[in-house]
């Protein structure tokens, strides 16, 4: 099993990304009975969760994105999304996808302050 993140970019602030993480090589009991999140880490930061779809498709969000960000995911796709709206500079880090132990290796959001 191989988690593979796309979508990010360079977006101005009040904008829009979505992010998709394929879970490949799995299958879809794999898919579907994990609890896949989505992590992101800023510049300088530490890594920090940011959000979480668990099996049944019950999600959860960190504080900061509550409102802003949408978790999703499509078991045919065997993919995960995270769409990303009224983006701030904050928002700025790699962003991770994580199932188990199991990490992509991240790609990049940039909102320029």
């Known amino acids: 099993v191989e988690l593979v993140e796309s979508g990010g970019g360079l977006v101005q602030a009040g904008g829009s990304l979505t992010l998709s993480c394929k879970v490949s090589r799995s299958i879809l009991s794999v898919f579907s009975g994990n609890a896949i999140a989505w992590y992101r880490q800023p510049p300088g930061k530490e890594r920090e969760w940011v959000a979480i779809i668990r099996p049944g498709g019950i999600t959860d969000y960190a504080e900061p994105v509550k409102g802003r960000f949408t978790i999703s995911k499509d078991n045919v796709k065997r993919t995960v999304y995270l769409r990303m709206n009224s983006l701030k500079s904050e928002d700025t880090g790699v962003y991770f996808c994580?199932?188990?132990?199991?990490w992509g290796r991240g790609t990049q959001v940039t909102v320029p302050s």
């Open positions: 994580n199932m188990g132990d199991l």
